[in-house]
Structures are given as C-alpha cells and as structure tokens.
C-alpha cells in the first residue's frame, strides 16, 4: 500500500491500492478480487455470447430444414418470391458455413463434394476470403478470358498441363466473370482438369434439374456448398 495520504483535491490520489487496475476511480478494490471477477465475468460474457450465436444459427437452419423439406417451390406450382429468395439466402450462408450437408433452403443448393476435390477446395478457399456462397445466373460472359493476362493461370495450364484454371464464382453467373475479376471479386487457381470439367458438367445438369433461369429475377439464385467429405456432387432443388 502506498503511504503518501495523497491529495484531497485530486481524488484519484486518494485511492491507496495501487493493485486495482491502475483505474481507482472504477475499481475501489482492497482485496484485489474485484478486478479478477470483472475481466472473468466479460471472458464468460463473450463465451455464453458466441455460444448462443452459434446455438441460435443451428436452431435456424433446423427450423429451414423443417419449413421446406417437404414444400417445394416447384411442386407447389407456385413461383418463387423476393421473399423465398431472401431467406433461402440467409439459410444457404448457414450452410455453407456449417458444412452441413442435410441442409435445406427456399433457393435451390448444389454441393460439391470429393469427386471433384479440386474443385471443391478451391471453391471453400475462396468463400472462406470473402467470395459469395449465393451466386445468380447470368447469361454467361466470354469463357477463357483468363487465358489472356490473368496472372494465377497464365503457364501454370493448358495443353499437357493436367491442370485447367478454375474460376469462382463462375462464368455463367451475374458475379463472375472479367469484370469481377478486375474488381477483386472472383478468385482464379489451376486445377485438375478432369476435376474442373465434371464440376462444370453438375453446374449445367443443376441448372437444368432445379430450373434455375437466367436473368429471372428470383429464379435466378443459387447457393453454392464446398463440402470434400460428401461423396459425390449433387443438386438440391429447393424442397427436396
């Protein structure tokens, strides 16, 4: 304990503890304890607050799985809304960041799976730098603008190569494409070709299967999940 009695116009002086946080005005602690209990109290707040975030987004995605599992958008020959598009897009993100494979949205999913790795890894890489899960089709953009001065792919592909440069989010969507490119928005990366061919193969069978249109204004929305430990590479269409 300090001996000076400090200073009667300068309160702060007054508090003799100097163990109390080096701030006597907000911890009047003779024990110590009180400092201690405050920092555990805030380390507990953020522990119960991140636990609840996350309980409350598995909750979510439960109660979408149950909302649509048996409802279809097409099978109930109704057209899907601005609304369905909204709330299959928060419900896609939670997918795609749970990796959960059962799970369900108001927009049609496909997920990519270990039979094409390469593609699958490149697509959760750049999800996971900032890249969207949900993707809306476009009518496609020039195919192979990459090859004339992108520097992720330039040598690294082509004939003899094996390798065949990947694009995310793809070319035949409204976020793909050179423009995005140019402004930070789609991420480039060789990739084994076969894995590159089958993944964009699925993408056009799903756009088939799911009836997702180009340039419709709900119809054209997708989610898009990287999930290497499911087998193969499949198609939700929204409901089933």
Known sequence: ?????????????????LYAGSDPVKYIDPSGNSLMSFSVSNTILGVLVASSAAYAGHQFVSALNTSFGNSDV?????????????????????????????CRASIPLIIFGADVMDATMHIDEAQL??????????SGGNAGWYRHFAPECIGATGVFSGLDCD??????THEGGVGNYLMGGVSLKPINASHNRSAGSSLGA??????????????????????????????????N
């Open 1 to 17: 304990m300090d001996t000076w009695r400090g200073n009667n116009h300068d309160p702060i002086t007054l508090h003799k503890y």
């Open 74 to 102: 097409n099978s109930m020959r109704r057209e899907r809304t601005a609304a369905d598009v909204q709330v299959g897009t928060v419900a896609a993100n939670i997918c795609a960041r749970s990796q959960d494979e059962n």
């Open 129 to 138: 730098s900032g890249k969207p899960v949900v993707l809306s089709r476009s």
């Open 167 to 172: 694009e995310y989010p793809f070319n035949s």
């Open 206 to 239: 799903f756009y088939n299967e799911c009836g997702v249109s180009q340039n419709d204004p709900n119809d054209m929305w997708f989610g898009v999940l990287a999930i290497p430990f499911t087998p193969t590479t499949r198609a939700v269409c929204a409901g």
